[in-house]
Each structure stands twice: as C-alpha cells, then as structure tokens.
C-alpha cells in the first residue's frame, strides 16, 4: 500500500448512567462518612471566612467585599470592552482591566487589611476544595469501561502527518517505532491535498483490520467515521497540537510514541461519534464567532490580529449568520456562538467548557452563548445562572440561521454547510484502542452545588 500512495501527500468500572444534563451527580457510596465530613469541613471553612473578615475589619468587612466584587465585576466588563470595541476604547479597557486588581490589592493594603482578606481569600479557598471533595463523584460514574481485545490486529495500518503538532512524528520517530510493531504507515508529504477518507476506505479494501492517526483532531475524525462505518478499532495518537480528544481518552500528551503500546497491549473503549450533516466530528462543532473567526483569510498568518479586528463586529451582531438552534421543543435564540459537543463538556468554570469525563453518554451537549454588553459580561459572574449561557443536552439539534451558508467549526477545521445544520449522535459506534497502561482521565471537577452539601453535613 506505501508504494501506490507513497506520492501522497487505569482500568475501569462498569457505567452508570449520568443525569440526562450530562452532569455528574453524587451518588450514596462506602465514602458517605467521609463526605458528610468534608462538606461539614467545607461550611466550617466558609464561617471561618466570614468570621476572620467581621472580627478584624468589623464594619469595614462589608466594604472589603463590595470593593472586591465590584473589582471582579469591573473586570469581566473590560474584559469584554476589550474584544468589543477598536482603538483607544480597546487599549482603556485593557488598562483597567490590568489595573482593578491591583487598585483593590493596594486599597487592603493602605487600610491594613490586606491579611485580612488573604487569610479569608484562603479559607474560601480551602471551603471550596473540601466542598468539591464531597460532591466528588465516584470512579464508576465517570470512568468509561473497558473491553478485552480478542485478538490484537493483524494488519494495522497508520496515517501520519509529519507537519502536524509542530513535526512531532518525526521528533519522536513515530514512522520507524511503529513498523517495527508490524504497522504500515503512510506519510502525508503532499504535494497537494490527500483525500483522508478515501486513503482509509482503501486500507479497509486491502485487509486493514485496524486504522489509526498520528495528526490532528480533525484528521483523527475523518478516519475514525471510516473505522466506525467497518466495524474496526481505532488508534489515537497524540501527535496534534491539542489532542483534545486523546485527552478525554486519558491518553498521554506528551509522549505520542507511548501510544503506540495500544497494538501490542491495549484495552478497548466504546465511544460515542457526532455527526454534522453527514460528517464525523470527535470533538464539537462550533457556529458563530469561532467559525467565522476561522473563516477568515487572514486567520492562519495573524490568528490574534483578525480575532481582535473581527470580533468587535461579531459581538455587536454586525457580521456573520444570526444563528438560532433548536432540540426537540428547546430554542437557543441569537447567540454569539453555539457550541455543538460530542458528549457535555462540565460546567466548572465561567464559560461552562472544561473537559469530558465520558465520551460514551449517548447524548449531545449544546452550549449557547449571548453577550451584547459590558452589562451582560459582568453577569457571567453567575456562570450557567446568568442566563447568558444556555446548556442542554438532547441527541439532535438543528442549527438555523438568516444566511444561505453556515460557517461551522468542525473539530477545529473550517467549512460552510447549507442551512439547516443538522446535528446527532451516534452511540457506541466507534471501538478505539488505547494503551493498557495510560495517564487516564482525572476526577471531573464537581460544580458548588450548596444545597446538597447542606444535605451531606446534616446526614449521619
């Protein structure tokens, strides 16, 4: 097969089934004792919090904390001016957003509080990781199973991109470790463009019985669809830039070769793939102000330059496709950016994007995103809460929008779909191999959720 191309260019844990948010949730367990004494810990730690604050600064407490929210408040507002407006509007916004922080931290000091608020920042702090070992969910919740190989693969073969992650096949001699476990590797050397899909589909025709990809995400989802439509396992090998779906497979980022160990002794994972209109993506897909950001000519010489001079127009609705998304009877309506997910990412953090602990949910998470003022970014304080951002879950959604084409984002590769953009998931369709003996997936990160840790201090 080189020859006629050579021109081209820890274990786990039987599931649990999630909310159907896609969420994690506590569950009862052999740690209940151990959680019902770190939420206690936790609401000691807050009181702690409070009581260092009214004791050493009394009244003045209550000012402390409307300074410090307001500088956060401050923050996120220039923070959002600084991707909203141009020239000296943008370089003002920067410099308080710089300066509120500081402005807040020289204020404690000059009032001799700044122990204070350090000593109480800290016990927060420490509230906030107890709180987040209590909820914390338990291994087989979040670990995807595994399944033993009948037999390891025959005829394996390998698609490699030399250029991909900044040379790393070549850094780590991937081409050479990988023949010597019997695989056959294809180097993508150009010139010209390769058709991925139809390299692979030969493959399968010649006897493959194992495709793999040392390359980016997308490249990684264009031969993943193919292994899925033939039943066949699939290797992952992180030698992208980001590797975030190796990284939700727990795989090791740092060393690609390492993942070579899943041809002799690898362990199956059975993981769900999206579809858009046709198409397999990993990852996501993304609609809105990502998409037509990469869209752009410019994008690929000056990546920050044409963001900075595209999104000003973006978030003030001038440019791009008014987007709207639809699941069944929920709407998302007008957002800036619509983020389609194979499998919710966690809501951990201020933009509800982290990581996904499971790739195997049978379901899709959507995220929208809407932010037209200075306003509205302060209130994404609030997280999911704020209304600012919408989170849901379903197994299709339709993206529609005012424009012929929509430009989406599809594992980090750009492309324009004719409207509607229909998106779903495919359950379990894809076997991918990996190492037995990999990094793994962390502990997801539990969202604060107050209520149920009043439930689990209260609880003997």
């Known amino acids: 097969m080189s020859g006629r191309l050579a021109a081209a260019g820890g274990r786990g844990n039987e599931p649990v089934s999630g909310a159907d948010d896609g969420t994690t949730r506590p569950k009862a367990s052999s740690r209940a004792p151990s959680r019902a004494w770190l939420a206690r810990l936790c609401f000691a730690l807050a009181a702690l919090a409070v009581v260092v604050l009214i004791a050493a600064a009394g009244w003045r407490s209550v000012a402390m904390l409307a300074v410090a929210l307001v500088s956060g408040a401050v923050s996120l507002a220039c923070a959002y001016w600084f991707l909203a407006e141009r020239g000296v509007r943008r370089w003002l916004a920067l410099a308080v957003l710089v300066l509120s922080p500081v402005a807040v931290i020289v204020i ?41 190989v009948g037999r390891p693969a025959r005829l394996p073969f390998l698609i490699m991109n030399p250029r991909s992650g900044g040379g790393k096949v070549d850094k780590f001699d991937l081409k050479r470790k990988a023949e010597a476990l019997g695989a056959e590797v294809l180097l993508i050397e150009g010139p010209g463009s390769v058709d991925i899909e139809a390299v692979a589909q030969q493959a399968v025709a010649d006897g493959a ?43 090791d980022r740092d060393d690609p070769a390492a993942c070579l160990a899943a041809l002799t002794d690898g362990v199956d994972v059975r993981v769900d793939l999206g579809d858009i209109s046709g198409r397999t993506f990993v990852n996501n897909a993304s609609f809105g102000a990502y998409a037509e950001i990469v869209e752009s000519p410019q994008y690929r010489d000056d990546k920050v330059g044409s963001t900075l001079d595209l999104l000003p127009e973006l978030l003030a609705g001038e440019r791009g496709t008014h987007l709207r998304a639809s699941a069944g009877h929920r709407n998302v309506t007008g957002p800036q950016a619509i983020l389609v997910a194979n499998n919710p990412y966690g809501m951990g953090d201020i933009a509800g994007l982290g990581r996904r602990a499971r790739l195997d949910r049978g379901v899709l998470g959507v995220v929208g995103v809407r932010v037209r003022s200075a306003r509205e970014a302060a209130s994404l304080l609030r997280g999911a809460r704020s209304g600012r951002i ?43 191999r990996v190492p037995r003996q990999r990094p793994g997936v962390p502990v997801p990160r539990a969202s604060m959720d107050w209520a149920r840790l009043r439930q689990l201090a209260l609880s003997t």
């Open 108 to 148: 404690f000091a000059f009032r001799g509080l700044l122990w204070v608020a350090l000593v109480s920042a800290g016990a927060w702090l420490l509230a906030g990781f107890a709180g987040r070992a209590a909820l914390a969910t338990d291994p087989g919740d979040w670990r995807m199973p595994e399944l033993p």
């Open 209 to 251: 019985d194992l495709l793999g990809v040392a390359g980016g995400d997308g490249t990684q989802a264009l031969v993943a669809g193919v292994a899925a439509e033939h039943g066949l396992p699939f290797v992952v090998i992180t030698a992208g830039t980001r590797n975030h779906f190796a990284l939700d497979l727990g795989l």
């Open 390 to 432: 919408r989170a849901i879950t379903a197994t299709e959604v339709t993206i529609d929008g005012d424009t012929p084409d929509i430009h989406v984002g599809i594992d980090g590769e750009s492309v324009s779909l004719p409207r509607p953009v229909r998106c779903s998931i495919r359950p379990g369709a894809l076997r991918v």
